[in-house]
């Protein structure tokens, strides 16, 4: 059976690096707040190609923490109208309405499954404060123009990067284009950690030092409480294990691109359409997702074949008993992505052999 994802093969073929940095840790007799979390900060800010990086708890937290900072300084208030993609993966609405704050559900393009400029700026309305743009499956929004519909209407525009480590538009990296960006490190995620664990990535000097409060009981100064914080921290374990796998990420995405231009060239097969893919530095193949009317039997096909695959979403957000009062709102696009989309294998650890044969396994569906 070919995995949908093994992470414990990528984690095992770096295990002597990680077992030295834990070490590392755990004879330090420091575990929170130390020099590993200032290090891998400033490393992956680095990376991004920001002033700052602040590590936090989980992803989710990364989005909370950075719209609440924004309504601690001001630049948000209880009811603004924040723009999300109706099709993204549940967290990025939760950090919305955690805040207090208004989702505005809008369509993806069919293409991309990201926000398009056109949609968004209709749902702009005069309440509007914000845009959180996600990059969705490993692949970028259109950041130049989602950013310039961001200035013309005075909007912020948080990035929710938490699959597209990595990937970049003229070189700029995701991360680096909005004014902040939530970044996961989920194991699952391209940089995954040993555990939870997350960062917000910004420019902004004050943004940064405020998320950091907010995170640590709201105290800029031990002892001294600046506002009604929360404790979301990045511990010095994970903080160790991630400056191991940072040095590897670009690796790890060439190898997915390259099992993703495998699959490009050779998956052929009329009830499968394959996933739009631009400009190669925009997309890190965090998840390579095919479409299909036919998506169960396709999936059952791939099993009997011994391919394991994944549904990356089932049910539209909207669509949630945790979220009833959307149930009359129709999203005709979003709704029929979660009926379609099938992820199939992909990783750093898989083989082109593999590819191979999940490539004619999906060939031979009819
Ligand atoms: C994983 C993910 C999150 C949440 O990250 P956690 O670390 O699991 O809290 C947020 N947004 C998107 C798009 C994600 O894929």
């Known amino acids: 059976m070919i995995p949908f994802l093994d992470l414990r093969q990528i984690n095992s073929s770096y295990r002597h690096e990680l077992i030295d940095a834990m070490t590392r840790v755990l004879d330090s007799g420091w575990y929170i707040q130390g020099s590993e979390v200032t290090a891998f900060e400033q490393e992956f800010a680095a990376y991004c190609g920001t002033r700052h990086c602040v590590g936090v708890a989980n992803g989710l937290d990364a989005l909370i923490l950075t719209l609440r900072a924004w309504k601690e300084m001001g630049k948000l208030t209880d009811g603004d109208e924040v723009i999300v993609p109706a099709n993204t993966y549940i967290a990025s609405i939760l950090a919305i309405i955690e805040n207090r704050l208004k989702p505005v559900l809008v369509e993806p393009s069919e293409n991309t499954f990201n926000l398009c400029p056109h949609k968004t700026r209709r749902a702009i309305t005069n309440k509007t404060k914000a845009i959180v743009a996600v990059h969705l499956y490993g692949q970028m929004c259109p950041m130049p123009e989602l950013m310039n519909l961001a200035n013309e209407f005075n909007l912020l525009l948080l990035e929710d990067a938490a699959q597209a480590h990595g990937a970049s538009i003229d070189g700029r990296k995701a991360g680096s284009w909005g004014h902040a960006a939530g970044f ?18 910004t420019n902004d000097d004050d943004l940064s030092q405020t998320i950091r409060a907010l995170g640590n009981y ?12 929360i404790n979301s921290r990045l511990d010095e374990m994970q903080a160790a294990i991630l400056r191991v796998k940072l040095q590897h990420l670009n690796d790890e995405v060439e190898r997915r691109r390259k099992i993703a ?34 998506r169960t039997a396709i999936q059952a096909h791939l099993k009997r074949e011994g391919v394991n695959t994944m549904i990356h979403y089932p049910i539209p957000p909207h669509k949630q008993e945790a979220m009833k009062y959307y149930q009359n709102i129709e999203l005709p696009i979003t709704e029929s992505i979660h009926k379609e989309v099938l992820s199939i294998p992909m990783g750093p650890q898989l083989t082109v052999e593999e590819a191979e044969r999940i490539a004619s396994a999906l060939n031979k569906f009819e």
């Open 184 to 201: 996961s490190f989920y194991p699952g995620k391209n940089l995954g950690a040993l555990g939870d664990a997350g960062a917000v990535s």
């Open 261 to 294: 231009q495998y699959y490009l060239q050779n998956i052929n097969n009329q009830f499968v359409d394959l996933p739009y893919s631009g400009n190669q530095e925009s997309h890190v193949w965090h998840l390579f997702v095919i479409r299909s009317k036919s």
């Open 218 to 229: 709201g105290s800029h100064k031990k002892y001294e409480n600046l506002y009604q914080g």
